[in-house]
């Protein structure tokens, strides 16, 4: 079965570093979603991507959190400087390339970061 | 805006008991429904889905009927097993606003006992 694969699967990182957390979305699939899930936040989304551009981010933090797409096979979440408040689980989805709401999300097994 | 309420957990049950796990939603558009499942250390998986009013969704045992009339989609399972014991999501789809919003529920925690 097609996975999508994120890397790396747990990251542990002091205050004030930079992260970057990697997505291979499945080939093919050109849609492609950020979330942070927390205990006290549940699944959160932090960004969408179509065709590479992102269609929303309102869910991210602007000031430290970015989110790119460099090509069809990667997608990027980015945070600089990390804070102990980041610690979270973060996921990537991605959906096929067909439109409309009936497509299910395929997701990754995560990243689990901790700020110390 | 859109909505997914989904009972609270933690549900334990006893192996081979009924499952009812309740959700409803409020939507703007004609949403299609999910069901999600996660175990330990892994990422949400589709468990079933449903497109259109009353259209039933079913796998592994589990089922959920999309009720416009009542904005319900709630899964059951007639006899839970041990290895059913996870995190479960209500979810809807709503790709009215021209793009897909896809909106989680807070995730219902079931653990089964032997």
């Known amino acids: 079965d097609a996975r999508v694969t994120q890397t790396p699967r747990h990251k542990v990182t002091e205050m004030g570093q930079e992260v970057t957390m990697r997505c291979q979305p499945i080939?093919?699939?050109?849609?492609v979603f950020w979330y942070r899930q927390t205990m006290m936040q549940g699944l959160e989304l932090l960004a969408y991507?179509?065709?590479?551009?992102?269609?929303?981010d309102s869910g991210m933090p602007k000031d430290r959190f970015s989110a790119e797409m460099p090509d069809a096979t990667l997608a990027t979440l980015k945070i600089q400087p990390s804070e102990p408040r980041d610690s979270a689980v973060y996921f990537c989805?991605?959906?096929?390339?067909?439109?409309?709401?009936?497509?299910?999300?395929?997701f990754g097994d995560g990243t689990r970061l901790s700020i110390l | 805006g859109d909505s997914v309420t989904q009972m609270e957990g933690p549900v334990t049950l006893s192996e081979e008991a009924f499952l009812t796990i309740n959700c409803t939603y409020t939507?703007?558009?004609?949403?299609?429904l999910f069901w999600y499942v996660q175990y330990p250390g892994e990422g949400l998986q589709l468990l079933l889905k449903?497109?259109?009013?009353?259209d039933k969704g079913s796998n592994k045992g589990f089922e959920a009927t999309y009720r416009k009339e009542t904005t319900s989609f709630h899964l059951e399972k007639g006899s839970v097993q041990v290895s059913d014991s996870a995190v479960y999501f209500c979810?809807?789809?709503?790709?009215?606003?021209?793009?897909?919003?896809?909106?989680f529920g807070i995730g219902t925690k079931l653990q089964v006992i032997p």
């Open positions: 449903a497109t259109k009013a009353d």
């Open positions: 989805a991605s959906t096929g390339p067909l439109t409309g709401g009936n497509q299910p999300q395929h």
């Open positions: 991507f179509r065709n590479r551009a992102p269609l929303d």
């Open positions: 979810a809807l789809s709503d790709a009215s606003g021209g793009y897909q919003k896809v909106t």
């Open positions: 080939l093919g699939h050109n849609t």
């Open positions: 939507a703007t558009g004609y949403p299609s």
